[in-house]
């Protein structure tokens, strides 16, 4: 699985565009990028995944450039709720033995 | 949307007690996982469920725990004689088998704290 690199912690302004970027060196061929995002005491929550260029979904946007090599998590106008910690992880999805390695995530901290 | 349940979402028990976690996957679901995440630590991989066997299980998941697929909805997680140390939120996680697809989502329950005393 390949290991993933991100900010130990972020701060933000109400309103702003948040970029979280991660990098995954030793990303294979099969591997997709995923998010999560976690509140205290809650379960990991699915943010966004993709595989090469740009997916954006009503919460988010991830941008992957051509060598698959890091991923930018994109918050378009954060809010006080967006504050969590925010994952990123690489794995080849459609493997049966697929499962989650958790870094230390980011923890993205959205002030007034 | 469909979302993963999981039952109690506290659990309090002795030391050398036997606890079960209950997990309801999402019901078209073929993968189910446990990971636990100790506070303020890191979301751990406990084991792995497919096919009514287990797939993978890490170093943690010793012989003290266990996990069934008992009926069709449900999903557990027994751990035998609870240590001090298995205090922590455990998560339910699964996901479907959509063949011929390119992205194969987990989805993660809310958790059960379980405190050992």
């Known amino acids: 699985l390949a290991k993933t690199t991100q900010p130990i912690s972020m701060d933000s302004y109400e309103g702003q565009e948040v970029n979280i970027t991660c990098s995954h060196n030793?990303?294979?061929?099969?591997?997709?990028i995923t998010w999560y995002q976690q509140f205290p005491s809650q379960g990991p929550r699915f943010i966004i995944q993709?595989?090469?260029t740009k997916v954006t979904n009503e919460v988010a946007s991830l941008f992957i450039p051509a060598d698959r090599k890091s991923s930018t998590l994109s918050l378009p106008r954060v809010s006080l709720s967006d504050t969590a910690v925010y994952y990123c992880?690489?794995?080849?999805?459609?493997?049966?033995?697929?499962?989650?390695?958790f870094g230390s995530g980011t923890r993205l901290l959205v002030r007034p | 949307e469909p979302e993963v349940t999981q039952t109690p979402s506290h659990q309090v028990t002795q030391m050398g007690q036997e606890v079960i976690l209950r997990c309801v996957p999402i019901?078209?679901?073929?993968?189910f996982y446990w990971y636990r995440q100790i506070l303020g630590q890191k979301v751990e991989f406990l084991v792995s469920?497919?096919?009514?066997?287990?797939?993978?299980k890490s170093e943690i998941f010793d012989d003290q725990f266990s996990v069934e697929r008992p009926d069709g909805s449900n999903f557990t997680l027994k751990i035998r004689s609870t240590k001090l140390e298995d205090s922590a939120m455990y998560f339910c996680?699964?996901?479907?088998?959509?063949?011929?697809?390119?992205?194969?989502?987990?989805?993660f329950g809310p958790g059960t704290r379980l405190t050992v005393l």
């Open positions: 996680a699964s996901r479907g088998d959509r063949q011929g697809k390119t992205t194969d989502t987990q989805y």
């Open positions: 030793n990303i294979a061929t099969n591997d997709y």
């Open positions: 993709g595989y090469k």
């Open positions: 992880l690489v794995g080849d999805t459609r493997d049966s033995s697929y499962k989650l390695i």
């Open positions: 019901s078209n679901h073929l993968y």
């Open positions: 469920f497919y096919n009514n066997e287990i797939s993978e």
